[in-house]
């Protein structure tokens, strides 16, 4: 696949606040959705389930929609520093920060094939976040633009409009059926916080560059999800307080290998399809206490290796 038919988007990190990403697989655009100039955009081949509204919501927005693989997706509480240098993506961050409210969707597009001879391309838009823009730094060449993700949302519709160079949609909250007639979620709540806490203990005793700061990515996702959102939208857009600390320990460990991050990719697909907040949290501590023993053994061989 040659440079040209990539989107110019690549997730790279402030040494400041973030880790570093590793760039991640180009989307072909080119093969089925036309986003060249101001040609009117194609989007037969960009399948969007119709969903009902859920009896309780009511609230949509109209936002711009930013594509990613199947490996970048983004959940709610976690934070991500993107470059975007090429002219379609600053409009689309021209336009969030003029006039959406900081406010645009993260999404993954999962290619299908629709063709018995499997030649014909075909995307379906899944995972769909909605994100608030936190800092942006103006570069030479575009810019590093921090994003937070918020809460999971649905596209319902997709616009064709023949002024932007972007995807824009139609979007509606998707939060968790939350029944908690026994007190449950209040107590697994704390027992994940009280665990991502000693987790984060843990993590910064490892050996790390000179520039990593003391508070880890789980640790930085679970501040953000104890405090309520300030956002200029609709309230149904922001998940609750047991919903998003459900998803705060899905971050990455400090030297995680390829293995692992591969293994928590498919964990956090996961997390994006359950629909039970006490589920979630069941499997959030789970993976908690996992990672807890296995920064032990880091620790502990750091220790010998040290002698």
């Known amino acids: 696949m040659s440079c040209k038919s990539i989107p110019s988007l690549s997730s790279t990190a402030s040494k400041t606040h973030f ?3 590793k760039i991640p697989t180009p989307i072909p655009y080119n093969l089925s959705l036309q986003l060249n100039g101001n040609r009117i955009h194609q989007f037969s081949s960009l399948r969007i389930k119709r969903y009902c509204y859920p009896p309780n919501i009511t609230a949509s ?5 930013l594509p990613f693989n199947t490996t970048e997706v983004l959940v709610p509480s976690e934070s991500k520093t993107l470059h975007l240098y090429e002219a379609r993506y600053l409009a689309l961050l021209e336009e969030s920060l003029l006039r959406k409210q900081k406010l645009f969707v993260h999404f993954v597009l999962d290619p299908i094939l629709i063709s018995s001879s499997g030649t014909e391309a075909s995307f379906a838009a899944i995972y769909g976040c909605l994100v ?3 800092n942006v730094e103006r570069l030479d060449v575009g810019a590093l633009v921090s994003i937070r993700g918020i809460g999971r949302i649905k596209i319902i519709r997709v ?3 023949q002024s932007a160079p972007y995807l824009i949609g139609e979007v509606v909250p998707m939060q968790d059926r939350n029944l908690d007639s ?3 979620l209040t107590s697994q709540v704390s027992a994940v916080k009280e665990a991502i806490c000693s987790l984060n203990s843990l993590e910064i005793k490892l050996k790390a560059p000179k520039e990593a700061l003391l508070q880890t990515r ?3 996702s679970l501040t953000w999800a104890e405090k309520e959102p300030s956002l200029e939208c609709d309230r149904a857009f922001v998940p609750s307080l047991a919903e998003r600390i459900s998803f705060a320990a899905l971050q990455p ?3 995680s290998t390829e293995s692992e991050m591969i293994k928590l ?3 956090k697909l996961k997390a994006m399809d359950v629909k039970d907040t006490l589920q979630r949290l069941d499997n959030s501590l789970q993976i908690v206490n996992e990672n807890i023993l296995m920064v032990a053994a880091k620790l502990a061989i750091q220790s010998l290796e040290m002698r």
């Open 182 to 184: 026994a007190g449950k």
């Open 253 to 255: 460990i400090s030297g």
């Open 61 to 65: 927005l109209e936002l711009p929609l």
């Open 218 to 220: 789980i640790a930085n």
């Open 265 to 267: 990719q498919q964990l």
């Open 159 to 161: 616009l064709q409009l």
């Open 19 to 21: 880790p570093k990403y």
């Open 132 to 134: 608030s823009i936190e």
